[in-house]
């Protein structure tokens, strides 16, 4: 049975029948709806109008009733007239809403609510309303047994009759006396409605049946059975017979439908051969692809695979994508198949699996919808090229950075990663916070500059940018307080970008102990020339002391000091006072602590300098001091204050060098000499210190820059003044080194670079 509707569905008759008895139906049924309607309403009208009379009729038969208040007779009529078989219920209702008459004796004097149906047509507004037309008075409502009802209500006016009559006078102003209320069944009315209705519906059917008859008839002869001949025709085509015959004998469309049926099966035989050989060809292709290639439908079932994709899986016919990559019951949750199928563009996605030997996969997907020739989707190919090894590559790079990463972290010194152009703080690593007090996200994408003073910040500026390092510069922590650090600067890659690697090292606290280290050696030093800066304080005391005395002997003897006399007295007196004075502030300023300040400085002048302080001990002990200075010698950037301190350190260890040697015996000049020379080569200032003492034996060549190494006694050295004298000469840019010299002593050559 459902077969047979099935085919009854699918024929072309069957259709045409169809439509056009639809279309016929509808338009009776149409012209059948307008008119019930029609005849309804005038029916209604007709009903309404003779309510509305009956209604009159009862208000002008019970007036005379009323205007003598006859109960009785009132009663009489209204029972009388509701006796009809039409009328319902005929009420008479006072002001206050009591039913004063009615047909129905049990409803008399019974109080209705004031807002109830038939009373709130008037009552709706306050003050109620009083003239009201024939539609605002009606109301159609359905009685307790299904059928619908008419009801009309008329107000009772107050005449001028009622107001005068001496049994019931009612007030002038009194308007409305009442409300008569008529209510009429519709049940007859709406049967014969019912009749048309079914009428009209019996006329559309038959006409329906007679037209769909007229139509079956035509369409089996000129329609059904030259399609079913060209059914068969397509049929064997459809099997690839070519060429194919279909025998149609009509000269309507038909029989020219036939003959092209039988061209095209022609041609078709012909392209079909040419499709076949590009189909081969195009499947050579589709399984040579050196990659995963499916095609499948909107429920993911696998429709084709090439050769590299049943090898990779061993998928069945029928089975599903995600089941044949991935052993799931279900698809994958970002499926780019689905997405296609959703938009009809290619998606590009990752996907990850395992082998067929259990060996885990990761593959690039690409997917591209194959559509229709109307344009529709109708499955989707996804090509997939494995990229494990690729992935696995990845991993180990990822795990790599993630431990480069915790080692930037956790290096002890801070590390900045700077923009090249703006020295702006691209990232840090955590020592940051640890040693300027800043958090990370706090420092980030600010200056690097702010680090340093402003004053400084513009010469820092360019001095980051062309130098691999900085010494001792000084810089500010989150609370503004200084620190020093050294600074090494690399230029590097960043994603994207190029940028400088900066590593600072603190260095605040070397440098307090290097100070501390510096004056203990300055101490030390001027405890070594105690007996020299004595010797040099005594001679202008003895000055001053011999002309003081003869001053006070010819003062006793009462004798007159001539003029000349006094003014050479006088004269030595203040010049041996400046000799002193200058003596002891050299002295002060050597022993005062100062911090590392270079500027551009004569290197002559330094070695004068540090002699004259040191020139008397030399002079007791018999040592000459020959010069040998270049005059135009360039200067220098360096500290005068620490310059000086290493080169009292050479002329003391020379000095004892020297004693070692000869002993305080008096030699001839030429044995007992220190040599101090300078000069300039290429774009450096050389100086160079030469003794004739002990000499550097070669077993401790390497060792006596190193810090507490001494060759002296107990007691007659720390081994501080060559290690300080290595690290001032460092800070100032130079570099010192030892060597023998010819006459068997030791040698030590300062090299100091000449600044742009």
Not at 42 to 68: C, F, P, S
Request: with cysteine; aromatic share 8%.
């Amino acid at each position: 049975m459902f077969n047979l509707i099935k085919n009854i569905r699918r024929r072309l008759a069957s259709k045409l029948i169809l439509t056009v008895g639809t279309t016929l139906l509808i338009t009776i049924s149409t012209w059948a709806y307008f008119n019930t309607n029609y005849q309804e309403k005038r029916l209604m009208e007709n009903i309404v109008a003779g309510t509305d009379r009956l209604t009159n009729t009862i208000k002008l038969g019970t007036h005379y009733a009323m205007m003598l208040n006859s109960r009785d007779d009132i009663n009489q009529i209204i029972t009388n007239i509701g006796k009809q078989k039409e009328i319902e219920t005929i009420r008479i209702y006072n002001k206050d809403g009591e039913i004063k008459f009615s047909n129905h004796l049990s409803e008399i004097d019974q109080t209705t609510n004031i807002k109830a149906e038939a009373c709130d047509i008037c009552h709706k507004t306050d003050p109620p309303l009083f003239e009201l037309g024939l539609e605002e008075r009606i109301r159609i409502f359905t009685s307790p047994q299904g059928y619908r009802l008419l009801g009309i209500i008329s107000p009772i006016c107050n005449e001028p009759g009622c107001s005068t009559d001496a049994c019931h006078i009612h007030p002038e102003d009194k308007k409305i006396l009442g409300a008569l209320d008529v209510v009429v069944s519709l049940a007859d009315t709406d049967k014969e409605i019912l009749t048309a209705e079914k009428g009209i519906i019996g006329l559309a059917g038959i006409v329906f049946l007679v037209t769909s008859t007229i139509i079956f008839l035509f369409v089996l002869r000129f329609v059904n059975q030259p399609i079913r001949k060209l059914i068969d025709g397509t049929r064997l085509i459809a099997r690839e017979v070519y060429p194919g015959k279909v025998t149609v004998d009509q000269d309507d469309e038909m029989g020219q439908l036939a003959t092209a049926i039988n061209q095209m099966s022609k041609e078709i035989g012909e392209k079909r051969a040419e499709l076949k050989k590009e189909k081969d060809e195009s499947q050579t292709l589709f399984e040579q692809v050196p990659c995963l290639i499916t095609v499948q439908d909107k429920n993911f079932k696998l429709l084709r695979y090439n050769s590299e994709f049943a090898q990779s899986f061993d998928p069945e016919w029928g089975d599903f994508c995600y089941h044949a990559y991935k052993g799931r019951n279900e698809k994958c949750p970002n499926c780019p198949v689905e997405k296609t199928f959703e938009d009809g563009l290619p998606h590009y996605g990752e996907e990850s699996g395992v082998n067929k030997d259990g060996s885990p996969a990761h593959w690039i997907v690409r997917t591209s919808p194959i559509k229709n020739s109307q344009g529709d989707i109708v499955a989707a190919m996804e090509m997939s090229l494995d990229i494990s090894q690729r992935k696995q590559l990845e991993d180990k790079l990822e795990k790599s950075e993630k431990k480069y990463h915790e080692i930037f972290n956790n290096i002890p010194n801070p590390v900045f990663v700077l923009d090249f152009d703006n020295l702006t703080i691209i990232d840090c690593n955590d020592s940051v916070e640890a040693v300027y007090g800043f958090r990370k996200y706090d420092i980030t994408n600010t200056p690097f500059l702010d680090l340093f003073p402003e004053d400084e910040r513009d010469r820092y500026a360019a001095i980051i940018k062309t130098s691999t390092e900085i010494t001792q510069a000084k810089q500010l922590n989150h609370k503004g307080s200084p620190l020093f650090v050294n600074i090494r600067i690399s230029p590097s890659e960043y994603p994207g970008q190029k940028v400088l690697l900066v590593t600072t090292s603190d260095i605040t606290k070397r440098l307090e102990a290097e100070q501390q280290l510096i004056q203990a050696s300055k101490m030390a030093t001027l405890g070594e020339m105690a007996t020299g800066i004595a010797h040099e304080l005594n001679q202008p005391l003895s000055v001053m002391k011999t002309a003081s005395s003869f001053c006070m002997k010819k003062m006793h003897a009462k004798q007159k000091i001539k003029d000349e006399i006094l003014e050479t007295l006088l004269t030595k007196i203040d010049r041996n006072v400046d000799r002193a004075n200058k003596i002891i502030n050299h002295m002060r300023q050597f022993a005062r602590k100062s911090d590392l300040a270079l500027g551009r400085i004569q290197v002559n002048d330094v070695l004068v300098k540090a002699f004259e302080i040191f020139s008397q001990q030399l002079k007791l002990r018999g040592i000459e001091v020959i010069w040998d200075l270049d005059e135009d010698l360039p200067m220098i950037l360096g500290d005068p204050s620490r310059l000086e301190q290493v080169f009292i350190n050479l002329l003391i260890n020379a000095r004892d060098a020297i004693e070692d040697k000869w002993g305080l015996k008096e030699r001839a000049g030429s044995d007992k000499r220190i040599t101090i020379k300078t000069r300039a080569h290429k774009k450096n200032a050389i100086v160079e210190v030469y003794d004739t003492g002990m000499g550097i034996p070669d077993s401790i060549s390497d060792k006596i820059f190193e810090p507490f190494f001494t060759t002296k006694e107990v007691g007659k050295g720390t081994g501080l003044g060559l290690s300080i004298s290595y690290g001032i000469v460092k800070e100032c840019g130079g570099t010192i080194r030892a060597r023998s010299n010819a006459d068997q002593g030791a040698c030590f050559i300062f090299t100091f670079p000449i600044p742009e």
